[in-house]
């Protein structure tokens, strides 16, 4: 099946701590975005990549750092510089960079700071 | 600039009710494109619809169907007859072309369907 993957599904941070995120597409796309969603709020891009080797910031970026070694793969680092790290963090992608793609979304990882 | 304004929070209906969700945009370009996208609870966003501004016909899609009326700049989402199931957070979104073959990509805030059985 084709599809987002991300893992893990709940994670849980000490505070000062960095965590990496993952998410793996087998959809042969060659954009993808991570956002972040607060507890009833809309979604805020954090960072995007066109295609493979490049990646570009969103609204959100300060805080967080991504790579796109592999076209399957776009992992997201939360570091010890975001102030408030805790939320819903989805991962998508889409065929192409370009208006008019819908993006597919992966079933989001829970990220909570202790 | 470019905007996406859902203006109803939450709505809460009981079942078999039926149930419009509204979408304005703004945008000055005259080439984009509008979407519809479910949250259910479990979280992952579920693509339902994507509409281009040239065309202005209506869609229907089994319960769903949405009104797309450019005067207005609106994207309005019905649900006939809805089910518990359909109990989730809605956005819509607007894609707008960028250079070198770029977009810019807007979620709305989100309304929150609540259907009561």
């Known amino acids: 099946d084709g599809g987002i993957t991300q893992s893990p599904k709940y994670l849980f941070r000490k505070e000062g701590q960095n965590v990496t995120l993952s998410c793996e597409q087998n959809l042969n796309h060659d954009a993808m975005y991570w956002y972040r969603q607060d507890p009833g709020q809309g979604l805020r891009l954090i960072y995007y990549s066109q295609i493979v080797n490049d990646f570009q910031k969103g609204d959100i970026a300060e805080g967080y750092s991504v790579s796109r070694e592999k076209k399957e793969s776009f992992p997201l680092t939360v570091t010890s510089a975001q102030k408030n790290p805790t939320a819903f963090y989805l991962c998508a992608s889409s065929m192409r960079y370009r208006a008019g793609n819908e993006q597919f979304f992966g079933p989001g990882t829970r990220l909570t700071v202790l | 600039a470019q905007k996406v304004t859902q203006a109803q929070t939450e709505i809460s209906v009981v079942e078999k009710e039926d149930v419009t969700l509204d979408c304005v945009y703004e945008?000055?370009?005259?080439?984009?494109?509008l979407f519809w996208y479910k949250q259910p609870p479990s979280g992952e966003l579920v693509f339902l619809i994507r509409r281009n501004s040239f065309d202005e016909q209506n869609e229907i899609s089994g319960r769903y169907s949405w009104n797309f009326q450019k005067s207005t700049s609106s994207f309005n989402f019905t649900i006939t007859a809805s089910q518990v199931v359909d109990s989730a957070v809605y956005f819509c979104a607007l894609s707008e072309a960028r250079d070198n073959y770029g977009q810019n990509f807007v979620f709305g805030p989100g309304t929150r369907l609540s259907v009561l059985p």
């Open positions: 945008t000055r370009d005259t080439t984009y494109y």
